[in-house]
């Protein structure tokens, strides 16, 4: 029988089949196994057979030792989602179980490589006011080792330098042969508290403005909220905890106006590597902006049709800690290698920890190996990335 720390194989065929969105219909198809057997072995009432698991690990190409792997030790209701309100349940539990893999996957690869956990401040007053957010968000540049009060080159790498796991989660369709992306989530977090691993989530977007304030986001949650799980607004204290780190509050209150152009605004973008709509906001929050004023920009954008489809390219970053500490652990080409030692389907490992794409020669403002650059670079072309709204 499991131990308490143990999930049974049927628990953790449920999960297989919420990290690779498969109905028992479809497993039925994939392996001949009926429904009724992957019901009855999930709910606990039937010991699955070995064989019958081989057949399904198999079939979706995962690992034996998937099913004997001790869960995730994240409580999956203390998990913070940036998504929107329309996004499905369905595709949200399947969220759940992909960063519950990926949460127990890093904590094993940091863990083996001695990796520091983060130093992060973090609040525990059970009310912040907006200034009291501001003051946590220059208090996690210091953390991060960044300068107080200038544009952050790379996001990314700052986290993970400073210990934060990041990983980009493409969902594997139904065969696992090919991937798609979510698209109206947008990241999740994880932070058991000091001295404890920290991973956040992103689903990449099409602009590295949006990526870039989706982990800002993120890193607010675990800032703002490890320690306090339950505050009336998480997501509005978040979203000013990613503006103020991203654009800090005196350097805001200088260069954001009440008299920015739109074309005033798509500079300051260049510069901060933050969207004209979050920058819009930004001045609202630092009490620059009126709402009067807000609502011309914001009619002017719809009119120019910015507000699907802003000027100014900012460029993506990737991450690399993972794919490092993985090629370390595992070699060259560790993916199948490491499946089974990590318990993992090969897919989903790829997704947690990519290979990064050599970079083309593309001038001196283009991102290096290390990604130690930001691209900022005028749009040409029309790209279809969906850009922030109601939250920036």
Not at 237 to 247: D, P
Not at 269 to 294: D, H, T
């Amino acid at each position: 029988m499991p131990t308490a720390l143990e999930a049974s194989p049927g628990e953790r065929l449920r999960t297989l089949r919420d990290l690779l969105g498969l109905t028992g219909a479809d497993l039925c198809r994939l392996t001949g196994i009926s429904q009724s057997w992957i019901s009855q072995v999930e709910t606990g009432a039937r010991e699955p057979a070995e064989e019958r698991l081989r057949a399904i690990a198999d079939a979706t190409d995962t690992p034996m030792s998937f099913f004997y792997a001790q869960p995730s030790s994240v409580p999956l209701d203390s998990l913070r989602f940036r998504k929107m309100a329309s996004a499905s349940r369905t595709v949200t539990r399947r969220i759940s179980a992909f960063y519950g893999e990926s949460f127990r996957v890093t904590e094993e690869i940091t863990s083996k490589a001695g990796y520091p956990a983060p130093p992060l401040p973090f609040a525990s007053a059970p009310e912040l006011s907006g200034d009291e957010v501001e003051d946590l968000a220059a208090q996690t540049r210091e953390a991060l080792r960044l300068a107080p009060d200038k544009p952050i080159p790379h996001l990314t790498r700052a986290l993970e330098r400073a210990g934060i796991a990041v990983a980009p989660i493409v969902l594997p369709d139904p065969t696992g042969d090919s991937a798609s992306p979510t698209n109206k989530h947008f990241g999740v977090s994880y932070w058991a508290g000091i001295g404890e691993t920290a991973l956040i989530a992103y689903f990449p977007g099409a602009q590295g403005d949006r990526d870039r304030f989706t982990l800002a986001h993120e890193l607010g949650h675990l800032v703002l909220h490890t320690f306090r799980p339950r505050v009336a607004d998480p997501e509005g204290e978040a979203n000013r905890f990613a503006g103020a780190l991203l654009v800090p509050q005196e350097r805001a209150k200088e260069e954001i106006t009440d008299r920015l152009t739109l074309e005033g605004f798509a500079r300051r973008k260049q510069a901060w590597g933050v969207s004209i709509q979050a920058l819009i906001l930004r001045g609202v929050a630092v009490g620059n902006i009126g709402e009067s004023r807000k609502r011309s920009l914001y009619v002017q954008l719809t009119q120019r049709g910015w507000r699907k489809e802003e000027p100014v390219s900012v460029g993506q970053e990737a991450p690399l800690l993972l794919w490092s500490l993985l090629q370390r652990q595992y070699g060259d080409r560790p993916y199948l290698r490491a499946s089974d030692q990590l318990a993992i389907q090969p897919t989903v490992l790829r997704s947690i920890a990519p290979q990064p794409a050599k970079t083309k020669s593309a001038g001196p403002k283009q991102a290096d190996e290390d990604g130690n650059v930001v691209a900022f670079q005028q749009r040409t072309t029309g790209s279809r990335g969906r850009l922030h709204s109601t939250a920036p």
